[in-house]
């Protein structure tokens, strides 16, 4: 759950396309992944949520992807938009209890 | 879902001197989590705050450096004591939301220290 770095990823996308934000996870015991946004002087909020039993969830315009093999998670948004503009991190639950690793987290900045 | 607040939002101190951070919820929450968020970095775990025992620290952090006070369910205090510009972060609490692991977080306090 440590950080990975100094400076986020960024990932600069044109108003109207796809974004796909990648995540690693660190742990293969972890049962239960959620996507968080953090606007600008904002605390994250919760944006789709997937149990490792699953492989794909889908919410409005945001896909979730998790492929346990790899231990690799993503997170498409279709036809971003500038309020998508945010920092985007993954969480991951590695054990019991109420606590969540967060992964190091993608600067998405968002074209007109 | 619940509202938190943080005070201050933001402050910058000198080095050596301690920082009260206040956290306060508008429904009665058994845990609450602290958090810091180093420029640019992601979210680190501080403790766990439970109500009516002491705090729960993960690697990194003791109750020397980061004292934590649960005086009722509703609102908690982190205090980052003797100061050093590597303490210079934003500091989140956060209580566990509707779904399973899910949280919900305050505004942050976003703290410099020169």
């Known amino acids: 759950g440590e950080s990975v770095g100094l400076h986020l990823p960024t990932l600069s996308v044109q108003e109207g396309d796809n974004s796909i934000i990648n995540c690693a996870y660190s742990?293969?015991?972890?049962?239960?992944f959620i996507w968080y946004k953090q606007e600008s002087g904002k605390g994250p909020q919760f944006i789709i949520d997937i149990r490792s039993n699953m492989d794909k969830r889908q919410g409005q315009r945001v896909t979730v992807l998790l492929n346990k093999t790899v231990k690799h998670l993503s997170l498409q948004i279709a036809a971003t938009q500038p309020g998508d503009s945010a920092v985007y991190f993954c969480?991951?639950?590695?054990?019991?209890?109420?606590?969540?690793?967060f992964g190091g987290g993608t600067r998405l900045m968002v074209k007109p | 879902s619940a509202v938190i607040s943080q005070k201050p939002s933001r402050d910058i101190c000198q080095r050596g001197t301690s920082l009260t951070i206040q956290c306060q919820v508008d429904?009665?929450?058994?845990?609450m989590f602290w958090y810091r968020q180093q420029p640019g970095q992601s979210l680190t775990l501080i403790a766990t705050a439970n109500q009516g025992s002491e705090a729960t620290y993960e690697s990194g952090f003791v109750i020397d450096k980061f004292p934590i006070s649960r005086p009722n369910l509703t609102f908690s205090t982190l205090t980052v004591s003797n100061m050093s510009p590597e303490d210079s972060s934003i500091y989140l609490c956060s209580v566990p939301a509707g779904r399973p692991y899910e949280q919900y977080f305050g505004p942050g306090t976003r703290l410099t220290v020169t």
């Open positions: 742990n293969s015991a972890s049962d239960y």
């Open positions: 969480a991951e639950n590695p054990s019991v209890g109420n606590m969540l690793t």
């Open positions: 429904s009665q929450v058994t845990m």
